[in-house]
């Protein structure tokens, strides 16, 4: 299973937050933004707790796991 992530389509929703504005907020890089993004990194627990608090939601509402077929 890999982890998915809805994070562009948050970032759409909450007035077209840069990846540069989210990750100055958090305090991360936007690289580090970019690759949790798009699946090329797994943030850890207080990041992702960190970007569900941002976006006033449940970790679960950001991130899910997909099957690999």
């Known amino acids: 299973m890999g982890l998915k992530n809805n994070l562009k389509q948050l970032r759409f929703n ?5 990846q540069d504005t989210l990750a100055r907020e958090l305090q991360v890089s936007r ?4 690759a949790i993004e798009n699946g090329k990194f797994n943030p850890s627990i207080k990041l992702a707790l960190q970007i569900a608090g941002f976006f006033k939601c449940k970790v679960e509402d950001i991130f ?3 099957e690999i077929k």
Do not use: V
């Open 14 to 18: 909450a007035g077209q937050i840069t």
């Open 31 to 34: 690289q580090t933004m970019n």
């Open 64 to 66: 899910y796991l997909e």
